[in-house]
């Protein structure tokens, strides 16, 4: 989408929300042939955030989803649509928005979710932002949330070690001249054997043989996911940089997918971004899937990384392969 079409849209409001358990490394150590040395040097990741037995992925999204409407100073009745991204929702049916759209009392909302694995809250972005776009809907919610530890098989060292839960989302609403809004978003089928959960859906039901085999959780090739993650991470932020006339130092702040530490200062680095303009949070909460964009987005934001008017851009990569890239303008400079 090119940046010049019709009505703009700005993000308006962030919030997060994170289970309270948090599981080390160390902790890890006693269960995997793992090392806290190994996982930090490899990842950067020092802990993760493990949610309840009694908490689904719709307590999380509607958590931050909340928090999200309170910081835009917007009541659930403004909200015309609700949009959760998501690859660990409560249930095939219902909707995890639903659950959402009820928790908040946003009573005149549509709701759906959306699924695009890691890259879905960037996908998430362009499909709200194109509702605004077409002048349908004026406050649009999107949310990333994840409960991938009920989904990560705890006895594979390769996987374990990686992913973690919670919720993050923003409000969208028409933006004021001035603000800037880019997505891209790509997919490419002949990569989905590199990251993928083999059982539990159509293809292949869950039954006690494939519980037997662990095919219900994530089977993951991590060189190849790495190697694309850089790849796209570069090719997608040159592009976006490219079709916006920017340069690096016009980004104010970089929040990409949060994978893997060395996967972002690999691609910042080909890229020549300060790396004082990258946010990183992967150290506290490991990889939350479609959640770390915002999760990393709402932390920037309370710590005053951004500011109103800054250009925020998000990168995200993940299983399909899917891939999505926004360029926004967080708040009005002009309040
Ligand atoms: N602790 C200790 N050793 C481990 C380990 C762990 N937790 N996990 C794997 N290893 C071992 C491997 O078995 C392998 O041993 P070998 O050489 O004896 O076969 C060795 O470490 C190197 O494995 P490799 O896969 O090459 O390591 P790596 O440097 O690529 O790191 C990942 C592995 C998973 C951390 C890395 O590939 C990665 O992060 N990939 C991207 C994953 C991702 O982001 N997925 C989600 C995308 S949305």
Redesign the pocket.
Known sequence: MKPDSGISVMITGTGAAVPDRVLTNRELEKT????GH??VQ??GIQERRIAGGRTATFHLAAAAAGRALRDARVAPEEVDLILVATSTPDQFTVPTAGLVQEALGADRAAAFDLSA??AGFPYGLATGAQFIRAGVYRTVLVVGAEIFSRIVNWRD??????FGDGAGAVVLRPASSGALWYSHLGADGRGADI?KVPAGGSRLLASEETVRQGLQYIH?N??E??KF?VRVMEEELRLAMEQCGLYPEQIDLFVP?Q??L??IETAVERLGLPRDRVYVNIQRYG?T?AASIPIALDEAARCGCLAPGSVVAMVG???GLTWGTCLATYRSAAG
Not at 157 to 162: D, G, K, V, Y
């Open positions: 995997l042939d793992t090392t190994w996982i490899r990842t694995a890691c060292r390769s996987t374990a070690i990686l990251l993951m991590g060189r996911v790495f993650g997918h994978a893997n060395r996967m990889n899937s990569f993940g299983a």
